[in-house]
């Protein structure tokens, strides 16, 4: 018998309290000081009584034997991929690269901008491809950019061709858009099965002005705010993201009691998100000012123990501790956490085939094109697709492996050069600061 290497056993962020999760066997406990003091000493090694609490912890998984733990391991591991096989897929198509606004900090303004224009020949060979190559597969489709709503009278027809294709072909579509031109695209939305508008705001009105705004200046908070107000009247769903670095993180209170006072929170049409603005394609001109992931969820626990308001606005997840309070049991086991090349594919209106969204428009991480003809770099994918924890080379000895999940393949790239290397999360430290806000404040 051993202390299971799934085990992450911590104390608590603030609280007398402790935490012990564990993925395989699907448990999870609060621990006072007293039976955290038995763990540490059974996880030490030390000699311990085989007493109700000894046999509690091995019903529950927490100690276990190696070759019984394998087994588990084995079969969840099966029935991951099963279940995957069987996921939705997410589909990013990305009609053109040139937007309207100038962000201080999009990573996108390196890009070289493609030169040529969407054709429909290209529209079409990509639904083509998509009946052929993901026949029988759920799926849907997001238009990305660049930005895909600009409102030129050429651009509106683009999108009201692919809303109608969609819509042929039975597939639901979202927007990443920046909402400048909501209104305008407002009857052309309103044709197809939209399941989602993306939209940014980075603050309240003077914040959010003075990091998007439009090429050449100008403000955007207030038409933007007015296309989310058209959206939720028109019951179209809006996911609101905020994209945070140290600029920007004291106005989230600010962000949320508007929010709240315009009436968004309230509709079941809205949910939000944290963007954290972070260095993924090339240096920022002040990286000083950007979170890591870790520094980043201290900030806004600390924020939320100031403004319990926020979480009217947005819930933050903490790893698995906010899925754990809400639903009474911890998440199936995480091999992977990266879909791309499994439930996540990118393309673009040159043709080119990507991973997704992290790596789409960069030319030298094509896969393969789907127009003029169809051709893929089968071994890259290959390398796609085999990433996750058992193949990435440390993640088998990591305890929080099945929470981490290997983090991203893109980034893992970027910092080691492998597609199949370890991405960290600070999976451990996040359930510190979860297991406090969930269990013990904010429905205290
Ligand atoms: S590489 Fe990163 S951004 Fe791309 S799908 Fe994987 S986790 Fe997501
Ligand atoms: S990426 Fe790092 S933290 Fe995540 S499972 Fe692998 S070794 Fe563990």
Request: proline share 3%.
């Amino acid at each position: 018998m051993q202390f299971s290497r799934y085990n992450i056993f911590s104390k608590i962020r603030d609280s007398e309290n402790y935490f012990i999760v564990n993925l395989l066997s699907g448990n999870a406990d609060i621990l006072d000081k007293a039976d955290a003091l038995k763990i540490e000493a059974i996880r030490n090694g030390e000699s311990f009584q085989e007493d109700g609490f000894y046999n509690e912890l091995i019903e529950k998984g927490y100690i276990t034997e190696e070759s019984r733990e394998k087994k588990e391991y084995r079969k969840k591991y099966l029935d991951f991929i099963d279940s995957r096989e069987k996921d939705e897929i997410q589909i990013f198509f990305v009609p053109n690269y040139t937007c309207n606004f100038a962000c201080s900090y999009c990573y996108q303004d390196q890009y070289v901008n493609q030169p040529g224009e969407l054709k429909t020949g290209v529209i079409d060979a990509f639904f083509s491809y998509l009946q052929e190559k993901f026949a029988g597969r759920k799926k849907y489709i997001t238009i990305f950019g660049g930005e895909p709503l600009l409102n030129s009278p050429k651009q509106k027809q683009i999108i009201s061709y692919i809303i109608d294709k969609a819509t042929l072909a039975g597939l639901e579509l979202c927007f990443v858009t920046n909402g400048y031109y909501l209104e305008e695209y407002m009857p052309v939305l309103l044709k197809g099965k939209i399941r989602e508008i993306q939209v940014t705001l980075d603050g309240t009105e003077k914040v959010h002005d003075s990091r998007r705004f439009l090429k050449g200046g100008g403000k955007t908070f207030e038409k933007i705010s007015k296309g989310i107000d058209l959206c939720l009247q028109n019951k179209i769903n809006v996911n609101l993201r905020m994209v945070i670095d140290r600029d920007n993180i004291d106005n989230l209170p600010e962000l949320a009691d508007y929010a709240i006072k315009r009436g968004w929170t309230i509709s079941d049409y809205f949910k939000t998100q944290i963007g954290r603005n972070y260095e993924l394609h090339h240096c920022q001109s002040a990286p000083g000012r950007l979170f890591d992931r870790l520094s980043l969820y201290e900030s806004i626990y600390e924020l939320v123990k100031r403004h319990p308001h926020i979480t009217k606005f947005y819930k933050p997840a903490y790893s698995i501790s906010k899925y754990l309070w809400e639903n009474g049991e911890l998440p199936d086991p995480l091999f992977d956490s990266c879909p791309a090349c499994k439930t996540e594919w990118a393309f673009d209106y040159t043709g080119n085939i990507y991973s997704c969204t992290a790596t789409v428009g960069k030319k030298e991480e094509s896969l393969g094109t789907f127009f003029p003809d169809i051709k893929l770099k089968e071994e890259i994918i290959e390398q796609w697709e085999s990433r996750d924890v058992t193949s990435i080379p440390g993640c088998s000895d990591c305890s929080v492996q099945l929470a981490c999940g290997g983090g991203c393949g893109s980034l893992a790239k970027n910092n080691t050069g492998s597609i199949c290397s370890a991405d960290c999360r600070p999976v451990k430290e996040l359930m510190e600061l979860g297991f406090n806000a969930w269990f013990e404040n904010y429905n205290s």
